[in-house]
């Protein structure tokens, strides 16, 4: 779930690889408008509801990852 995060977030937001897991989304170059763009994405592709709250600029992309999955999204073929 990790590296397909790490591939959404550098191809749709512009994020340049090499992605580290631990930055944040903030560090990562995403603001309030991305975080709200990426949370409405993962909600459209894993169909779950993104609360408010469970994306914040201080989650990390390894975070993300493990909210996803905990959500029960499994990564895409």
Same mark, same amino acid.
């Given at each position: ?5 790490? %591939? *959404?977030?550098? +191809? ?7 992605? &580290?897991?631990?930055? $944040?989304?903030?560090?990562?170059? !995403? ?9 409405? %994405? *993962?909600?459209? +592709? ?7 709250? &469970?994306?914040?600029? $201080?989650?990390?992309?390894?975070? !993300? ?13």
């Amino acid at each position: 779930m990790q590296d397909h995060l790490i %591939e *959404l977030l550098t +191809r749709s937001y512009q994020v340049p690889a090499p992605v &580290d897991p631990q930055h $944040t989304l903030e560090e990562l170059g !995403l603001d309030s408008l991305g975080l709200a763009e990426l949370g409405a %994405e *993962l909600q459209d +592709r894993f169909g779950f509801l993104v609360e408010e709250g &469970d994306i914040l600029p $201080t989650t990390t992309v390894a975070a !993300l990852a493990e909210l996803v999955e905990d959500k029960g999204a499994k990564t895409p073929r």
